[in-house]
């Protein structure tokens, strides 16, 4: 193996980003999504039959055509801007002007270093500046980041900054708690263990201020 393979997988075992965005290639949408599917489908199947795998078993016939539409339509349609949700604002109306804070959003995520799953909770709040935003809209920013080959600090600061862009303000944070399944289920193989990220914009980063936001997060919510 070469200094630059070492290398590759240092970063990818220590969970290292290489930057705050996503590496997106400028000809990444040349191709349409049956062309991807197509693409990636006969890839799938040579992985599998150099795994040893008989695929003329009725159990495995239909697998690459499976994971090829899941890997685009699925797990990374996060990495397609037409998939932006639109994130409509409002008019603060109703003059509220405490912290709004939208806990427990649900996270599937895939770790871009091995393809496996990261699995969390998300927490995002943000202080008015004369919009607000519906709350479904918050989880569909969530879900849409996640919905790419991600490191978990990359992700949190998207999450901040598309609601900051979205709201025309700098009074955003979000927390994140999750298990990522390279750590989990390889590697270390520790299940316990879970990873914890924060990004705190303007007002949040008033200790006070993000005092009372981590201090909602640890309220049980009841029905």
Do not use: W
């Not at 990636?40 to 992985?47: S, T, W, Y």
């Not at 994971?67 to 801007?81: D, Q, R, S, Y």
Request: net charge negative; hydrophobic share 35%; charged share 30%.
């Amino acid at each position: 193996m070469n200094k630059n393979e070492d290398f590759s997988d240092e970063i990818g075992d220590d969970h290292i980003a290489s930057g705050a965005t996503n590496p997106i290639r400028e000809d990444a949408f040349e191709l349409s999504d049956e062309q991807k599917i197509e693409s990636i489908k006969k890839d799938v199947e040579n992985i599998l039959k150099t795994l040893g795998m008989d695929m003329t078993d009725d159990s495995l016939k239909g697998t690459p055509n499976r994971v090829a539409k899941m890997f685009v339509k699925e797990i990374f349609g996060g990495l397609n801007p037409s998939k932006k949700p639109k994130a409509s604002t409002f008019d603060n109306n109703y003059k509220y002007g405490e912290m709004l804070v939208e806990k427990n959003i649900t996270l599937y995520s895939t770790c871009e270093h091995h393809l496996l799953p990261i699995i969390g909770r998300a927490h995002i709040a943000y202080i008015s500046n004369g919009k607000v935003v519906g709350l479904s809209k918050m989880n569909r920013i969530v879900d849409y980041y996640a919905k790419r080959p991600q490191v978990q600090e990359r992700l949190t600061m998207q999450i901040v900054q598309e609601m900051q862009r979205v709201l025309n303000t700098e009074d955003v944070a979000c927390v994140i708690d999750a298990k990522h399944l390279c750590v989990n289920s390889r590697g270390i193989r520790d299940i316990e263990s879970s990873t914890v990220t924060s990004e705190f914009g303007g007002k949040f980063k008033d200790e006070t201020t993000r005092r009372e936001f981590l201090d909602y997060i640890k309220m049980e919510t009841r029905f």
